[in-house]
């Protein structure tokens, strides 16, 4: 099924970079090179690497255009992360998007999943790693000010989202048991990709590039 350009983005142009997001576009490749920042803050200095709306939009527009297509015969999804992590509001969504699509997604460590982007990059339908990157999982950071009654509040909320969501989220996306995740909750969790693949966290450490490519 061929990739329809929108109309707006047909032009003539000579812009290196512009004909690159269409072509990744076309290709179905996605990118996330940045911080997960809270929306309103995501910088835009470097539109090719995409914010997490525009992952969100991207992949609802790929199962959009899948519709009618059976689920064994869609282009696959390739997400290319190498992120320190960041807000998880916006982090979230990119997760749901990921384990609603019935078009297949692949993740691809390129450098680092750590924090918010480990979370993501962990619910790739299929997930792959350069053989030099890095993971980390922690337990999150959080931030409130204001009256005490309020900050309490939120920690609540926090502590909520963290059992009721993070560990469930990590436990079903890997071998890890619940007595092992619970050890490791208040510490910082580095691996290696062969950690990372023994603890299910990825299914195929990249040794030959047009696995992804």
Not at 136 to 148: I, M, R, V
Request: negative net charge; contains cysteine.
């Amino acid at each position: 099924m061929s990739f329809e350009i929108p109309r707006d983005m047909l032009k003539i142009t000579t812009n290196a970079e512009e004909y690159r997001m269409l072509e990744d576009l076309k290709e179905r490749r996605l990118y996330l090179y940045r911080e997960i920042e809270p929306l309103g803050y995501e910088e835009t200095s470097n539109e090719h690497a995409s914010t997490a709306t525009h992952i969100v939009q991207a992949i609802l527009d790929f199962n959009r255009e899948d519709m009618n297509v059976p689920i064994s015969d869609r282009k696959p999804i390739k997400l290319f992360i190498n992120s320190p992590g960041g807000d998880i509001t916006d982090g979230m969504p990119i997760i749901a998007a990921i384990e609603l699509s019935k078009t297949p997604i692949y993740t691809i460590n390129l450098g680092q999943w750590c924090s918010m982007a480990f979370l993501i990059g962990i619910t790739g339908h299929k997930r792959f790693s350069l053989p030099y990157a890095t993971f980390l999982l922690h337990e999150g950071t959080s931030f409130a000010g204001g009256a005490t009654n309020k900050v309490q509040d939120r920690v609540k909320f926090d502590e909520r989202v963290e059992k009721e969501v993070i560990k469930p989220h990590v436990l079903h996306h890997s071998n890890m048991k619940e007595h092992e995740y619970d050890a490791l909750a208040r510490v910082e969790y580095y691996l290696l990709p062969p950690d990372a693949k023994e603890r299910g966290f990825i299914d195929e450490i990249v040794t030959d590039l047009n696995v992804i490519l």
